[in-house]
């Protein structure tokens, strides 16, 4: 077996993985980053996901090295396609126009920018692509070493490791304490949990994206899929007391948190234009869009991360490799179905029979022969238990009214109307989303509920126990309901750069991370250091 060392190993590519490594590489610290795919930035490129962002983000609410990589997104669009004169020269450029977002792209677009602003710390960050962590060398509370599978196993020593992987892989294999599926209502107290018992299967909805166009005239029909009339048929099978489905999975009607409960959304696939004001899925999520190219070398590209495509059947946390595998599976095949379906089955705009037969894989975009992402996109992995576990009382708009720790802003400046949520003291960023939990793996249906605009607690970065381990991704100290915003592309992003850079600061001073968070003189100099790196610790209305 090969064996290496560093002073700071990343285990997994992700968001976070892509902001950590940049940040050590800022402090003069050098790290190395292991992925599984060929692809960095996880759910901004290889789980194929453009970002869904708080309505801020264009001014503020991300930290600096997020904003670079939006603004290295729009510059890669302006020097390698011809654009209008328009669209060139709009500052907030969104190269996909879909509606989702305010920055839509292709995934492969996101993987090249990253690679760039890596590439430019090249002597302190080392990717090695290929590899799964396998298992973990722990003396007391210390991680020793982690032991890779790949083209050829490595072992791994490190001062520091954080954990950026999508699933929170690094807990189990480590023995970290760490928390999968939803709590009971008395945890924690919060509203939107539980109310009969903890769950461990209550796991959101995971979804494998997949990327299409519409050549009208041409027939690009897939074989059909071997379990195809189940998902057509497939009506979802909510527990008792949850909102029953809609109908069947398959339709253009959807659950929705208005007063019907449902919503249909029309599908007008490119080159037909949508009419103005009306919100179409193939807008949705389009990733590149022809109308801002010149000449006829433009083509339209829908990202397909839609409800109808919500896998929730099996679990993937808890279960052994076998049963996860074949969860991935399924969830691989539902995305196909509902391919399949659009091509041949759905109800057409234009009243003109059923299926659009000039639908088209491209999986040029993601990367991939098949069109579809490199990895399914993941909303909960397992979840560190930290010194600090975010809840919905610290970040839930209408507990925090309902239990009178709503707060008004300072400064002079008005609250959002979603109010003020918790003011972590040790704060190491921002963000904000809706408290947004898609379908769960134990039948319980969608919650979606204001949240208020939030902070990073340094505490859900540490674990309770482990002395050298941080959480670099979306796997921090959160509730299964706070999962449901902090899951976000800029917060994972700054939870990341954050990860890194207290990594850097505890090798610098020799200290370890509970030792900063237990010294408010040492929390205060590491926030004033990250400030003035660009990563945000408080909204502008909080003073």
């Not at 995934?107 to 990253?114: I, Q, T």
């Not at 060398?137 to 196993?153: C, K, L, P």
């Not at 398959?250 to 009419?275: A, D, L």
């Not at 239990?403 to 802003?409: L, Q, S």
Request: hydrophobic share 35%; with cysteine; glycine share 10%.
């Amino acid at each position: 077996m090969k064996e290496r060392s560093t002073e700071v190993l990343i285990v997994g590519g992700g968001t976070g993985a892509v902001a950590a490594a940049l940040s050590l590489a800022r402090m003069g610290v050098s790290c190395i980053v292991t992925e599984p795919t060929d692809w960095v930035g996880g759910q901004l490129t290889s789980q194929g996901v453009p970002p869904d962002e708080n309505q801020w983000i264009e001014d503020f609410g991300a930290t600096s090295s997020y904003r670079a990589f939006r603004e290295g997104v729009r510059t890669w669009y302006r020097r390698n396609r011809s654009l209008t004169p328009r669209a060139q020269g709009n500052k907030l450029l969104n190269p996909g126009g879909g509606w989702v977002s305010r920055l839509c792209y292709e995934p492969f677009v996101g993987h090249a920018v990253m690679c760039e602003m890596l590439a430019l710390h090249r002597n302190t960050i080392e990717v090695i692509h290929g590899l799964e962590p396998e298992s973990a060398s722990v003396a007391g509370d210390r991680i020793e070493a982690v032991t890779f599978a790949g083209n050829e196993a490595v072992s791994i020593r490190a001062k520091y490791v954080l954990d950026a992987t999508e699933l929170g892989d690094l807990y189990p294999l480590a023995g970290v304490e760490h928390m999968i599926g939803a709590e009971h209502r008395g945890e924690f107290g919060e509203h939107h949990a539980r109310a009969d018992k903890a769950e461990a299967r209550d796991q959101q909805a995971i979804s494998w994206c997949f990327a299409m166009e519409h050549r009208a005239g041409e027939d690009h029909r897939i074989s059909k899929p071997e379990r195809y009339e189940f998902w057509r048929d497939h009506v979802p099978a909510m527990a008792q007391g949850e909102q029953p489905w809609t109908g069947r999975l398959f339709s253009w009607t959807v659950p929705s948190h208005n007063q019907e409960g449902k919503r249909t959304f029309p599908f007008i696939p490119w080159p037909e234009s949508c009419p103005p004001g009306v919100w179409d899925m193939w807008r949705y999520r389009r990733i590149r869009d022809a109308s801002i190219e010149t000449g006829d070398s433009g083509k339209d590209v829908c990202l397909v991360n839609w409800v109808q495509m919500d896998y929730w059947l099996r679990p993937l946390l808890g279960v052994d490799r076998l049963e996860q595998a074949r969860a991935l599976a399924e969830s691989k095949e539902l995305s196909r179905c509902l391919f399949y379906w659009m091509q041949n089955d759905c109800p057409r705009h234009d009243d003109k029979g059923t299926g659009y037969p000039g639908l088209r894989l491209a999986g040029d975009v993601l990367g991939t022969t098949d069109g579809f992402a490199k990895s399914a996109y993941i909303r909960e992995p397992r979840r560190l238990r930290a010194r600090t576990i975010v809840t919905e009382a610290h970040i839930g708009t209408e507990q925090r009214k309902a239990d009178g720790r709503h707060r008004e802003a300072k400064s002079g400046r008005e609250a959002p109307p979603m109010g003020l949520a918790e003011p972590f003291a040790d704060s190491v960023g921002i963000g904000h989303y809706t408290l947004d939990l898609h379908p769960s793996a134990a039948g319980r249906n969608s919650v979606y509920v204001p949240a208020a605009p939030f902070r990073i607690p340094m505490g859900s970065l540490i674990p309770i126990r482990v002395r050298n381990l941080l959480a670099a991704g979306k796997g921090i100290g959160v509730s299964h309901v706070a999962n449901g915003c902090y899951r976000m592309h800029a917060v994972e992003w700054n939870v990341g750069e954050s990860a890194g850079a207290l990594a850097a600061f505890c090798l610098r001073l020799g200290v370890e991370p509970t030792q900063v968070h237990e010294s408010a003189g040492l929390t205060g100099q590491f926030q004033r250091e990250i400030v003035s790196s660009g990563v945000p610790v408080a909204w502008p209305w909080e003073g």
